[in-house]
Nanobody, 114 residues
Framework: VALVESGGGLVQAGGSLRLSCAAS????????MGWYRQAPGKQRELVAG???????NYADSVKGQFTISRDSAKNTVYLQMNSLKPEDTAVYYC?????????WGQGTQVTVSS
């Protein structure tokens, strides 16, 4: 299983970005996938997750601001991020569990300037 994130970059506060996570290997649309982020000096935290049936969950800090979705035909998960704030600055990672292993992508940097 390999996960490759893309779509990060530098954006001004209030702007938007869409992150993509392309999955390859032994992974199916039934696998739950998630987006995490890690800011400098902080622990990695769950931002959003999407389950096999399409159920989604979000960290309280991004509810109403971020939207996770998936395109099963492309084996790709997206994270639409709107109204970005400087505190959203972090490296964003996608992950998935293909039992018994957890897989991570290499991360994509998101920097929000004030």
């Amino acid at each position: 299983v390999a996960l490759v994130e893309s779509g990060g970059g530098l954006v001004q506060a209030g702007g938007s970005l869409r992150l993509s996570c392309a999955a390859s290997g032994n992974i199916f649309s039934t696998n739950a996938m998630g987006w995490y982020r890690q800011a400098p000096g902080k622990q990695r935290e769950l931002v959003a997750g999407i389950m096999s049936g399409g159920t989604t969950n979000y960290a309280d800090s991004v509810k109403g601001q971020f939207t996770i979705s998936r395109d099963s035909a492309k084996n790709t998960v997206y994270l639409q991020m709107n109204s970005l704030k400087p505190e959203d600055t972090a490296v964003y990672y996608c992950n998935t569990l293909v039992a018994p292993y957890v897989y991570w992508g290499q991360g994509t940097q998101v920097t929000v300037s004030s």
